[in-house]
């Protein structure tokens, strides 16, 4: 949790996180920020939340600053050791796959203290009183001949034990990415087929069944951030386009006690 800004953002943390398990009232900090944030325009429109009900995804369209997402990008660089200039550099340097283990920064916490995308996240939680969670980076270059990337299968990071509990995933693409630059694809508006789908599999491990031909790839720009509902399976894929695809990934969620869950 060591946050580079002298210690402020920790306390209020630390002090926001005790008040929980307590069931005590916000800090003052925490609770001025998060008015703050409910007194915000909308960040998402009326089509936003309309294609967010229907297909389960919403691009939230320059989530951050254009300076944030360079010097971000520029740390992408520094970690894997490498040169938007110099493809062999792309090559050099392992990082399990297109993760890069790195959690903390100034950069990082900025973007996760960023206004525009709390505001986002909790339109579709109907509660700017969320946490932030401390996920990494991605750099995924080019496919070539010493080096492929196969992309992930179709997959969903909670368990498919009914009921399933409401949740939101996010990526923020630091680069312009194509669909064919190893974008994140998903099965849009699989939340509303999900329970249906589950009762037609019979014994049948809902994990190895094949739903790629129904999964699109989201194109989108540096800067924009795509969240989508936990229910939708996902996946990045192979990076067939001409430059890296770098983003950093997060979720909000709220302050609810975590239930341990059978895992399916």
Not at 136 to 146: K, V
Request: glycine content about 8%; hydrophobic content about 45%; charged content about 20%.
């Amino acid at each position: 949790m060591g946050h580079r800004d002298g210690g402020t953002a920790d306390a209020e943390r630390v002090a926001r996180y005790h008040a929980a398990l307590d069931g005590a009232p916000l800090p003052a900090a925490t609770a001025a920020r998060l008015a703050a944030i409910d007194a915000m325009p909308p960040v998402l429109d009326a089509a936003d939340l309309a294609h967010w009900d229907e297909h389960g995804f919403v691009i939230v369209r320059a989530a951050i600053d254009p300076a944030l997402v360079h010097d971000t990008a520029a740390l992408v660089w520094r970690i894997v050791g490498a040169t938007p200039d110099d493809p062999d550099s792309w090559y050099g340097k392992s990082h399990n796959g297109i993760m890069v283990q790195h959690f903390q920064s100034a950069q990082q916490d900025t973007i996760r203290r960023a206004a525009r995308i709390h505001k986002a996240f909790a339109q579709l939680w109907g509660t700017t009183d969320l946490w932030m969670n401390t996920d990494r980076l991605g750099f995924n270059p080019p496919a070539r001949g010493d080096w492929n990337f196969a992309g992930q299968p179709l997959h969903w990071d909670d368990s498919l034990i009914r009921p399933i509990p409401f949740g939101t995933q996010g990526i923020l693409y630091l680069t312009d990415t194509a669909a064919e630059q190893g974008a994140l694809r998903l099965i849009p508006g699989f939340h509303h087929r999900l329970d249906a789908w589950l009762d037609s599999l019979g014994d049948r491990d809902p994990r190895l069944v094949d739903l790629t031909a129904q999964a699109v790839p989201i194109a989108a720009n540096a800067g924009d951030l795509i969240i989508w509902r936990s229910e939708l399976p996902h996946g990045a894929t192979t990076n067939h386009g001409r430059a890296p695809r770098l983003v950093q990934y997060m979720a909000m969620y709220p302050p609810t006690p975590i239930v341990e869950r059978d895992w399916l």
